[in-house]
């Protein structure tokens, strides 16, 4: 992600607008965004990050189109084999996205796939 980071603020002319660069400016390697992160903490990153939505918003340059989940942050997975578990022994016939609302921790939970390969993620 940070080298990602990099690569757009290289490349991207509205990008540099936005972070107050010219075209002529150097740009940060990704070594900046680790060092900054550690320096700031991921706390405060986020506070800033979510005033600038607001302000945005606000604005009316920004508008809400769609919301990601990072699932791997998510602990309720480690309650799934007993959550199945409770639904088959209540006679479904596995836990799934129609019932897993009901046997699930976290009632937003929902099974899918991601990439080619079909590989089950939980979301």
Same mark, same amino acid.
Request: hydrophobic share 40%.
């Given at each position: 992600m940070r080298r990602?980071?990099? &690569?757009?603020?290289? $490349?991207?002319?509205?990008?540099?607008w936005f972070c107050g660069l010219t075209i002529d400016d150097d740009t940060p390697d990704h070594t900046y965004f680790c060092r900054t992160r550690k320096v700031l903490g991921t706390d405060r990153i986020a506070k800033i990050l979510f005033? +600038?939505?607001?302000? &945005?918003?606000?604005k009316g340059i920004m508008h809400k189109v769609f919301s990601f989940v $990072?699932?791997? &942050?998510?602990? &309720?997975?480690e309650t799934t084999w007993q959550e199945r578990d409770k639904a088959i022994k209540?006679?479904?016939?596995s836990l799934n996205n129609t019932n897993v609302d009901k046997y699930s921790a976290d009632s $937003?939970?929902?099974?899918?796939?991601?990439?080619?390969?079909? +590989?089950?993620?939980? +979301?």
């Open positions: 990602e980071l990099e &690569a757009q603020l290289r $490349d991207s002319i509205a990008l540099r005033k +600038i939505n607001r302000q &945005a918003k606000k $990072d699932s791997s &942050a998510i602990k &309720a997975k209540e006679g479904q016939e $937003d939970a929902r099974f899918g796939f991601k990439g080619k390969e079909q +590989i089950l993620v939980w +979301i």
